[in-house]
């Protein structure tokens, strides 16, 4: 299963770093993503990086503020978040899927975290 944790409530302007942590399986074997799903929206697709050698991509609305990044001694995804703005609010879910290349679309993955609440609020 995957464990998201890392939400909370910070200030805009603020960083927060998400973890997505792996038991019963190799996450490193998997290509793992983040999503996001903010009240009243569908789940949109944030960032992921590759299995194997780790490329990433992230979506135009987070590039240049979140960086994905993964340990896989601990298997582990990290999303660093930076200059966090009050639209990044949502309830942010890791998966996996039992290929090396990412997608954006969440029926590609097949593993789910339960998910993790970021609020950005003054």
């Known amino acids: 299963q995957l464990q998201a944790s890392g939400g909370g409530l910070v200030q805009p302007g603020g960083s927060l770093r998400l973890s997505c942590a792996a038991s019963?399986?190799?996450?490193?074997?998997?290509?793992t993503g983040w999503f996001r799903q903010a009240p009243g929206k569908e789940r949109e697709w944030v960032s992921c990086v590759n299995s194997g050698v780790p490329r990433t991509y992230s979506a135009d609305s987070v590039k240049g503020r979140f960086t994905i990044s993964r340990d896989n001694a601990k298997s582990t995804v990290y999303l660093q978040m930076n200059s966090l703005k009050p639209e990044d609010t949502a309830v942010y879910y890791c998966?996996?899927?039992?290929?090396?290349?990412?997608?954006?679309?969440?029926?590609?993955?097949?593993?789910w975290g339960q998910g993790t609440l970021v609020t950005v609020s003054s």
């Open positions: 998966a996996a899927r039992l290929t090396a290349g990412c997608a954006t679309q969440p029926g590609a993955y097949r593993k």
């Open positions: 019963g399986f190799t996450l490193e074997r998997y290509a």
